[in-house]
């Protein structure tokens, strides 16, 4: 039945009935009810799209973060990057140039990361690609590090084995200077005082006073010491690398054979024994079996303008001893 209404009609000054239909009533229910739905979904739409929930901002929020280590950790390996270059640019062209070893090629330092895709499993994310070249940028910087390293295990040890050479190598005089009445003869062709015939003096003489103390000139082995009839009370002192050194006359040896000794210490004194005519110390310097000028040698005790000195010295015609 059609639910009654009233209206009020101002002709006749009376209300009158309004028959309103069930089914009218129906459809505007059914409309708001529609109304109120499209206005709740659109409402959803609105706060799901501009509102994020509590999950979504603390999401959010790491992802934020993660993007920022990201961008940090690529500025740190470009900074490590940079640094690794400058150090093997030094490697070749100082370290490895100075002690005479092959520069390590570009392909070995950076051999091993072509080819294969070893990132496959980095597929799939937000930010692969920045990931995978990360990770990839690591990879190689690691083997980078790692043939650096051995390369300058190899630097210390040749720096090692050049310090035993140069610690070797014959470099000071075998009497001290303020010890030296005079430099009696160098390395030359002179007058033999005795056999009276000229002859190749392979060696240098240095004029002291019996007992002065004589001293090797670089780290080695005394391979020989007693007596000659040319060089009387002599001493020869292998150094390694080829070089050999021999101290001739000595009124006293101090050092025994088979004995290890560093440069400067005291292996005898200067003396007039074997064939000579006055009291001096006659100093030898042999590389591989070759006789060698001393003045070259000396490089380790004077200055300069004693070196300058003691080869104008070595050089005049001055009086032979041996």
Same mark, same amino acid.
């Given at each position: 039945m059609a639910k009654v209404k009233y209206y009020y009609d101002a002709d006749t000054l009376s209300y009158r009935k309004i028959a309103v239909k069930k089914s009218e009533y129906y459809k505007k229910t059914?409309?708001?009810?529609?109304?109120?739905?499209?206005?709740?979904?659109?409402?959803?739409? =609105?706060?799901?799209?501009?509102? *994020? $929930?509590?999950?979504?901002?603390? =999401?959010?929020? !790491?992802?934020?973060?993660?993007?920022?280590n990201l /961008?940090?950790?690529?500025?740190?390996?470009? !900074? $490590? $990057?940079?640094?690794?270059?400058?150090l093997q @640019?030094?490697?070749?062209?100082?370290?490895?140039?100075?002690?005479e070893a092959n520069p390590i090629p570009d392909e070995q330092r950076k051999a091993g990361f072509g080819g294969v895709n070893r990132y496959k499993s980095? /597929? &799939? %994310?937000?930010?692969?690609?920045?990931? #995978? @070249?990360?990770?990839?940028?690591?990879?190689?910087l690691s083997? @980078? *590090? =790692? =043939?650096?390293?051995?390369?300058? /295990?190899?630097?210390?040890?040749?720096?090692?084995?050049?310090?035993?050479?140069?610690?070797?190598?014959?470099?000071?005089l075998p009497v001290k200077l303020v010890d030296l009445t005079r430099m009696a003869s160098g390395y030359k062709w002179r007058m033999h005082p005795i056999l #009276?015939?000229?002859?190749?003096?392979? &060696? *240098?003489?240095?004029?002291? $006073?019996v007992g002065t103390p004589i001293y090797a000139s670089g780290n080695g082995k005394v391979t020989r010491s007693g007596r000659s009839a040319t060089f009387g009370r002599v001493v020869y002192i292998e150094h390694g690398y080829g070089y050999k050194t021999i101290y001739a006359h000595m009124s006293k040896i101090k050092a025994k054979r088979g004995q290890k000794v560093k440069r400067g210490d005291l292996i005898g004194y200067v003396g007039n024994t074997g064939r000579s005519v006055s009291a001096h110390l006659h100093y030898e310097i042999h590389k591989n079996g070759r006789?060698?000028?001393?003045?070259n040698f %000396? %490089? &380790?005790?004077?200055?300069?303008e004693e070196f300058a000195a003691m080869q104008k010295a070595a050089e005049e015609e001055g009086q032979s001893y041996d």
């Amino acid at each position: 039945m059609a639910k009654v209404k009233y209206y009020y009609d101002a002709d006749t000054l009376s209300y009158r009935k309004i028959a309103v239909k069930k089914s009218e009533y129906y459809k505007k229910t059914i409309f708001g009810f529609l109304a109120v739905l499209l206005i709740a979904f659109i409402g959803f739409i =609105v706060f799901s799209q501009f509102i *994020m $929930s509590p999950n979504e901002r603390a =999401v959010n929020r !790491e992802n934020e973060n993660l993007q920022f280590n990201l /961008d940090l950790l690529s500025k740190r390996i470009s !900074e $490590s $990057s940079t640094i690794l270059n400058q150090l093997q @640019q030094r490697d070749n062209n100082i370290y490895r140039m100075y002690f005479e070893a092959n520069p390590i090629p570009d392909e070995q330092r950076k051999a091993g990361f072509g080819g294969v895709n070893r990132y496959k499993s980095l /597929d &799939g %994310y937000d930010n692969s690609k920045m990931i #995978k @070249q990360l990770t990839m940028d690591v990879d190689i910087l690691s083997k @980078q *590090m =790692v =043939v650096q390293s051995k390369s300058l /295990d190899e630097i210390v040890s040749l720096a090692k084995e050049k310090e035993k050479m140069l610690a070797s190598i014959p470099a000071i005089l075998p009497v001290k200077l303020v010890d030296l009445t005079r430099m009696a003869s160098g390395y030359k062709w002179r007058m033999h005082p005795i056999l #009276k015939i000229r002859k190749f003096h392979k &060696g *240098m003489d240095f004029t002291a $006073s019996v007992g002065t103390p004589i001293y090797a000139s670089g780290n080695g082995k005394v391979t020989r010491s007693g007596r000659s009839a040319t060089f009387g009370r002599v001493v020869y002192i292998e150094h390694g690398y080829g070089y050999k050194t021999i101290y001739a006359h000595m009124s006293k040896i101090k050092a025994k054979r088979g004995q290890k000794v560093k440069r400067g210490d005291l292996i005898g004194y200067v003396g007039n024994t074997g064939r000579s005519v006055s009291a001096h110390l006659h100093y030898e310097i042999h590389k591989n079996g070759r006789a060698l000028n001393p003045i070259n040698f %000396y %490089y &380790g005790d004077l200055t300069p303008e004693e070196f300058a000195a003691m080869q104008k010295a070595a050089e005049e015609e001055g009086q032979s001893y041996d």
